[in-house]
């Protein structure tokens, strides 16, 4: 497994702590004018999405994290959970509501995500960034009610 230095730090490297995978959101190199050289470090872990604030010595190494974004299209959804299917390869992943998200409301049939694997269990589905929807119903305009 690859080992990052603390020279190596950067926002949206991934990384491991503790044995959960964590992304890199901030990185201040900080040196003082008595004493070492150190990194503070904002990281965000991909499971709970919990954000965390950490220092590190400079010439402290972390180790990479084995986590991976693969482009796969939605086959169908029913009963809390979400089919993917790789492009490539045709493997399918299946995705709860609670690995969604807030996704569940971007994403429709046949639509191809991001999503963020981690030792092959999905942690994320990114929906892709345009999105075509039908306004179905609205509220009336109010007399006045302008910009």
């Keep these: 497994m690859p080992v990052y230095n603390t020279n190596e730090f950067r926002g ?3 990384v491991l ?3 959960s995978p964590y992304v890199i ?4 190199f900080v ?3 008595k004493g070492q050289a150190f990194n503070r470090v904002r990281l965000r872990n991909l499971k709970n999405n919990r954000v965390l604030e950490r220092t590190f010595k400079s010439g402290e190494t972390l180790e990479a ?5 693969v482009m796969m299209q ?4 029913g009963q809390g959970t979400w089919q993917f299917m790789n492009q490539e390869s045709f493997e399918q992943i299946e995705v709860t509501d609670d690995q969604m998200g807030e996704t569940i409301h971007w994403v429709r049939d046949q639509d191809i995500c991001t999503i963020t694997l981690y030792n092959g269990i999905p942690l994320q589905v990114v929906p892709p960034i345009f999105v ?3 306004i179905v119903e609205t509220d009336p ?3 006045g009610d302008t910009s």
């Design 132 to 134: 075509v929807l039908q």
């Design 25 to 28: 959101l901030e990185n201040e």
């Design 74 to 77: 939605l086959v169908y959804h």
């Design 17 to 19: 702590i503790d044995g």
């Design 12 to 14: 949206g490297l991934k």
């Design 65 to 69: 994290a084995d986590i991976v974004d």
């Design 141 to 143: 305009g109010l007399r």
């Design 31 to 33: 040196k003082p004018g």
